[in-house]
């Protein structure tokens, strides 16, 4: 895998561990050093484009390729407009159109296709539904919706148990006042001696501390939906049904294909794309995809109705 490294001063990760690549909308990274000084005046041309940009917004790259941190931020400000619902369209039809077209216009710009037709195409749409997208933009979805209620269900959930927790505390309070205050009159006006007193007070609220059960509440989770988790008992294990493993058979009406070991001593990779040094890191290899190809080139040949 290739080291990380600023394409401006190559500096590398390994020779400095607190590097951090940024990007902007043209998608080529510059380390935060670079950044700080090509752009100590604010706005400056990328070095490696020649576009202009702004020091402002620079962030940083979370995304090892750069080309995926475009296309994110090419699609952020993409649907900021183009923010229409499925309830905005007469049918589902019309709904997957609008996509798709959404779609092609992010993929021409992050690849670098038609870019300036893209751009009067943007400029056309956001023109022609500038109210829509004004009353879309305050608008939540169906899912947005639901969430906000669950959201609001749980705040009522945590206020009425707020408001429980400090009622049980004044009656705690209430009941310990006047335990205290019991004790007092019995010391002043009892006949009974000052020990006997206290015993009797302590016995009292042993019982009562005994009497008392102590109730678990349920737990919730964070949407403030009840748990209804059931823990299924584990089976016990049978010997009469110990599993076998058989190989599996596929019938592919056709030639047997040849084994992938000998696909590149008989020549057959030399007619598919090599794979590079990233997809064999990945466990990827050239003769997967020729192996596939012969697969579905010799299945079903032998078929008859």
């Known amino acids: 895998m290739d080291e990380i490294e600023c394409p401006r ?17 043209c998608g080529h990274a510059l380390c935060d050093n670079c950044v700080e000084l090509l752009f100590v005046k604010g706005s400056a041309a990328c070095p490696q484009c020649n576009v202009a940009l702004r020091r402002s917004n620079f962030r940083v790259q979370i995304f090892e390729d750069s080309s995926v941190e ?10 900021k407009d183009f923010n229409k619902k499925e309830e905005d369209f007469k049918s589902l039809l019309e709904y997957n159109d609008y996509l798709e077209e959404v779609e092609t216009i992010i993929f021409n710009l992050a690849n670098n296709i038609d870019i300036e037709s893209t751009k009067r195409k943007i400029e056309q749409y956001k023109k022609e539904n500038k109210t829509q997208i004004m009353k879309n ?56 001696s000052a020990k ?7 016995a009292k609220s042993d019982d009562v501390k005994a009497k008392v059960i102590p109730i678990r509440k349920r737990n919730t989770f ?11 008992p584990v089976p016990k294990e049978n010997n ?5 493993y058989k190989d599996l058979v596929f019938d592919m009406c056709g030639p047997k294909p040849f084994s ?7 020549g057959f990779t030399q007619h598919v794309r090599s794979a590079s040094d990233t997809e064999m890191a990945g466990g990827y290899v050239t003769e997967n995809a020729c192996d596939r190809a012969l697969q579905d080139a010799f299945s079903g040949i032998y078929f008859m109705l």
């Open 9 to 25: 001063c190559k500096t590398t990760k390994y020779r400095n561990p607190n590097l951090k690549l940024m990007v902007n909308i």
């Open 70 to 79: 475009k296309e994110l931020d090419i699609r952020r400000r993409v649907l």
């Open 137 to 192: 933009k305050g608008k939540l979805s169906k899912e947005e919706e639901e969430l906000e209620e669950l959201l609001e269900y749980e705040k009522i959930e945590l206020e009425a148990r707020r408001m429980q927790l400090i009622e049980e505390e004044l009656e705690l309070e209430k009941e310990k006042r006047k335990k205290k205050e019991n004790l007092i009159d019995d010391l002043m006006f009892s006949d009974k």
């Open 196 to 202: 006997d007193i206290i015993a009797s007070h302590a």
């Open 222 to 232: 964070s949407t403030g939906l009840k748990s209804q988790q059931v823990f299924l």
């Open 240 to 244: 009469d049904n110990i599993y076998v």
């Open 260 to 266: 992938p070991n000998s696909l590149r001593s008989k």
